[in-house]
Structure formats: structure tokens, C-alpha cells
């Protein structure tokens, strides 16, 4: 299996911008889809992005299109979360997930075999 640690979460103004990381230790890593999912205070899990195992591909939801961007590096078995002009209803716990099996990019928190702890994101107004 593969264990997945997040960080780079914080408090920041609307406008801001955080990266998010997470680094993967255990099974190669490049083996792995990788996607990042989040979660706000009484709301579902929600898929926010996710990556093929050489990065070729990316997938986001729709409400992050242009303001978000995944990326990977195999060689430092981590990927990335860059995430810019974050707006208050981008607050949540992000987590990031690793998918086994899958050729094409899921969207559904289902498909992810191995999860991180989370770390919070919190946006003011």
C-alpha cells in the first residue's frame, strides 16, 4: 500500500493563493492516479482535481477550471495542488488520494484506494 501525507494548508484572504502537497511513501508511486478531494463543514466529499500516473493527463471540477493545477513529480513521490484567487467557498479540508487501478481520472471518491490525513484550507472574505 501507500501511505499519503498532506500539507502546505492554511488561513489566507480571498484573492490568495496556497500550494498544497503531498508526498507519498511505500508502493511506487507512479503506479498511482493521483487526485485531490475536499470537504467543508456538513458537505459530501467533493472531487476537486486529479493526475495520471505519468501527469499526462489532469481532470478538475468545474469551480476550480483556471485557478487550480495539479502536477507530480514522480522522481520526489509527491504531488501537487497549486491553488490561486481562492475564494471563502474554497475552504474545506483537502485531501489527496492515490487510485490503483484505474486507467481513466475519477471523480468519484470511490474509485481512490489510499487517502491522507487532510489539511485544512480556510479562505476569509
Known amino acids: 500500500q501507500v501511505q499519503l501525507v498532506e500539507s502546505g494548508g492554511g488561513l489566507v484572504q480571498a484573492g490568495d493563493s496556497l500550494r498544497l502537497s503531498c508526498g507519498a511513501s511505500?508502493?511506487?508511486?507512479?503506479?498511482?492516479?493521483m487526485g485531490w478531494f475536499r470537504q467543508a463543514p456538513g458537505k459530501e466529499r467533493e472531487f476537486v482535481a486529479a493526475?495520471?500516473?505519468?501527469?499526462?493527463?489532469?481532470r478538475y471540477t468545474d469551480s476550480v477550471k483556471g485557478r487550480f493545477t495539479i502536477s507530480r513529480d514522480n522522481a520526489k513521490n509527491t504531488v501537487y495542488l497549486q491553488m490561486n484567487s481562492l475564494k471563502p467557498e474554497d475552504t474545506g479540508v483537502y485531501y489527496c488520494a492515490a487510485d490503483r487501478n484505474s486507467f481513466a481520472l475519477g471523480i468519484e471518491w470511490t474509485v481512490y484506494d489510499y487517502w491522507g490525513q487532510g489539511t485544512q484550507v480556510t479562505v476569509s472574505s
Open positions: 493526475i495520471s500516473r505519468s501527469g499526462g493527463r489532469n
Open positions: 511505500g508502493r511506487t508511486f507512479s503506479n498511482y492516479n
